[in-house]
């Protein structure tokens, strides 16, 4: 018995070919794109100040920013800003959404499954955190307790114990925390530490120049101990649109930048210290 | 409730009712410390420190509060209706106001800074909340129209992908159906961006919810309505637009108005794609300085705003067609 579809045979080959030319529009050649485009999109988080976020004019601001306009300048080409969330930019298959990500992304074993990291621009230490009034004093006071942090994020990761960095300087696990409270804002955590010790989390664990802001803007928080591992902060690329040419020149971008200290003039510009010193966080400790 | 002339006392001017409800208003007031608030600071001449004031100080307090509570329905009780109604709108809000502004914040953040931070969030985020809200309704309706007859026709084929278009994007949550066109569409080979993702989801969404509303509107004209029209030798196209969607519509007005204020609210889950509309400005604003909870409520008040207006639209919509009917 033969069976007659309903559809011609062109309709199928149509929808066939329609999905193998956006195929082939997709395979590699970003870098061909970026230039022909005149445009370098650069995705970054718009909640991380003073690394990008919104200033008071309504545009994007901060270090990160920074770095990414000094790419696109260096490409020759112009910037533009895309401000996704952080689990939908460290997910990859951005499909050419955007060419590059300027957001502090630490390289993980991971995330190397799905994204390139062809340069690490700076590197900076993360911290935990407790409410002034907490009983808590030492590292290992956490154990146990519950700590709040960024969902996707590398300080969750380092909770779990599973912390996978590439080329990262050397650490270990000083807290073994009995619940995780893992929130799409990290921002959240801070607020929910400011209701009170043991309230709604009983620390947090973030990059320390972001709870530098938080002390700074009045937070009744404190760090506790020393800085708990530094990562490295790489640009990133996607995997799915592998393309070896714009991997080399955003590396060569990079060093450049190190080797005429544009990144560590930047570096000094956003990370300031509570006496008003400045942090070069382009090298590791 | 009931539409007609008899007029019964009010009860509030019942002396068993006025007594029962200062009993029940007393218990609540005193099983909810409010000793602790700034009513007890108020009442500290006569109950001392609110800290140490114990059993004492919460009956004093709650008998005050209760008083003043029961006194105040019985003031409002003797005003005609709507002032009545204007006067507890009134009330109301100041308690929403008092509530906003007992968290302690920082409120003048919001009108500081050139331009001032409400005004970044109106220009940058407001329009781009109403663009996406308006292209989905639009979108969602015309969608809804052509599902409710799908559903209502013999068309296997067309029964079936309607009941189950419903079904799926009824039966998924709207963030999920964000992120499933956004992330999982390209991995077809169809790149959409942003913007047009949040648009696909929000109308499908609400396309299918609506096409439930058409469906029961239609169904809701008689059947007699279709044979007569059949029998005259009416076209089924014509039957539909000069017939039945006339009596039909207004039976569909209320709950579509529903819809759209619904969709206004849930364009707000499209901000996890990274677009600037009024949700992910009044995140992103505040975290600078860390004043989040000022931007959530002004962006609170935003919505509000416009969804009292759509609210008065969709009454005045209701009130032409019932003119009409």
Same mark, same amino acid.
């Given at each position: ?7 011609t ?22 870098y061909? @794109? ?20 919104i ?13 990414? =306009? ?8 112009e910037?533009?800003?895309i401000?996704?969330?952080?689990d939908i $930019? ?5 499909n ?16 190397? /499954?799905?994204l ?8 900076? &230490? ?40 590439i080329?990262?300087? +050397? ?12 929130? +799409? ?7 929910d ?15 320390i ?7 700074e ?6 760090f ?12 990133a690329?996607? *995997? ?11 590396? =060569?971008?990079i060093?450049?930048? *190190? ?25 590791a400790? | ?13 019942k002396?068993?009712?006025? #007594? ?32 140490e ?21 019985l003031? $409002?009780?003797f +005003?005609?209706? !709507?002032?009545?109604i204007?006067?507890?709108w009134i ?9 906003a502004?007992?968290?302690d914040?920082?409120?003048?953040y ?13 220009? !940058?985020? #407001? ?6 809200s ?10 809804a ?6 559903k ?11 009941s189950? @278009? ?14 499933? $066109? @956004?992330?999982?569409?390209p ?13 696909? +989801? ?13 469906r ?5 004209? &008689? !059947?007699?309505?279709? /044979?007569?029209? =059949?029998?005259l ?8 637009r *000069?017939?039945i969607?006339?009596?039909?519509? &207004? ?12 969709m #206004?609210k849930?364009?707000s ?5 990274? $677009?600037? /509309?009024?949700?992910?400005?009044? !995140? ?17 008040m ?21 003119? *009409?009917?």
């Amino acid at each position: 018995m033969s069976i007659k579809l309903g559809f011609t045979k062109s309709s199928i080959a149509f929808a066939v070919a329609l999905l193998s030319l956006n195929m082939t529009v997709q395979a590699g050649a970003v870098y061909d @794109y970026i230039k022909s485009n005149n445009e370098l999109m650069i995705a970054t988080d718009a909640n991380w100040a003073p690394y990008s976020y919104i200033n008071d004019a309504g545009e994007m601001e901060g270090f990160d920013v920074d770095v990414g =306009r000094e790419i696109a300048k260096r490409m020759g080409v112009e910037a533009r800003f895309i401000t996704p969330s952080w689990d939908i $930019i460290t997910s990859g298959n951005w499909n050419m959404r955007w060419d590059v990500s300027v957001g502090s992304m630490t390289p993980t074993e991971t995330r190397s /499954e799905v994204l390139n990291f062809p340069a690490v621009y700076y590197y900076t &230490p993360a911290g935990f955190a407790v409410h002034t009034d907490s009983p808590i004093t030492t590292l290992a006071g956490l154990n146990g307790k519950n700590v709040c942090t960024t969902a996707a994020s590398t300080w969750e990761m380092y909770l779990e114990g599973s912390l996978d960095m590439i080329d990262a300087p +050397a650490f270990t696990y000083k807290v073994t925390p009995g619940t995780i409270t893992s929130l +799409a804002d990290g921002h959240t955590c801070l607020d929910d530490t400011r209701l009170g010790a043991g309230v709604r989390n009983d620390g947090i664990i973030d990059s320390i120049p972001m709870i530098q802001g938080a002390i700074e803007d009045g937070y009744p928080i404190r760090f506790l101990g020393d800085p708990a591992f530094f990562e490295p902060l790489s640009v990133a690329t996607d *995997k799915g649109n592998d393309d070896p040419e714009l991997d080399a020149e955003i590396a =060569r971008i990079i060093a450049a930048m *190190k080797k005429d200290y544009t990144l560590t003039m930047m570096s000094m510009k956003w990370f300031k210290n509570a006496d008003g010193s400045s942090n070069d966080y382009t090298i590791a400790f | 409730m009931f539409v007609d002339t008899v007029i019964e006392d009010k009860s509030l001017h019942k002396p068993a009712f006025l #007594l029962g409800l200062s009993i029940t208003v007393l218990a609540f007031f005193f099983a909810f410390n409010f000793t602790n608030t700034i009513f007890g600071e108020f009442l500290s001449p006569v109950i001392g420190n609110p800290q140490e004031s114990g059993f004492f100080g919460r009956l004093v307090v709650s008998f005050v509060l209760s008083i003043i509570f029961v006194l105040n329905l019985l003031l $409002i009780s003797f +005003a005609r209706l !709507k002032i009545q109604i204007f006067i507890v709108w009134i009330e109301l809000f100041f308690l929403f106001l008092a509530f906003a502004y007992s968290f302690d914040l920082e409120l003048a953040y919001i009108f500081i800074g050139e331009p001032s931070k409400i005004w970044l969030m109106i220009s !940058k985020g #407001l329009f781009t909340t109403i663009y996406i809200s308006a292209v989905s309704i639009a979108i969602a309706t015309a969608i809804a129209i052509v599902g409710a007859i799908a559903k209502l026709s013999n068309n296997g084929f067309a029964y079936a992908i309607a009941s189950f @278009y419903t079904s799926l994007f009824r039966g998924l949550p709207l963030l999920l159906q964000i992120y499933l $066109i @956004y992330m999982g569409l390209p991995q077809l080979g169809f790149m959409i961006d942003a913007i047009p993702s949040g648009i696909a +989801a929000l109308s499908l969404c609400y396309g299918a919810y609506m096409t439930e509303i058409f469906r029961a509107g239609i169904q809701s004209i &008689p !059947k007699g309505q279709w /044979e007569a029209s =059949r029998a005259l030798g009416f076209k089924f196209g014509l039957i539909l637009r *000069k017939i039945i969607l006339p009596q039909s519509i &207004p039976i569909i007005v209320p709950p579509t108005g529903n819809q759209f204020i619904a969709m #206004l609210k849930d364009s707000s889950l499209v901000s996890v794609l990274g $677009i600037w /509309e009024l949700m992910f400005m009044a !995140k992103k604003i505040g975290s600078k300085d860390f004043n989040n909870l000022e931007m959530l409520l002004t962006a609170a008040m935003i919505y509000w705003a416009l969804t009292i207006i759509l609210e008065m639209i969709q009454a005045r919509i209701e009130r032409k067609y019932q003119q *009409k009917a």
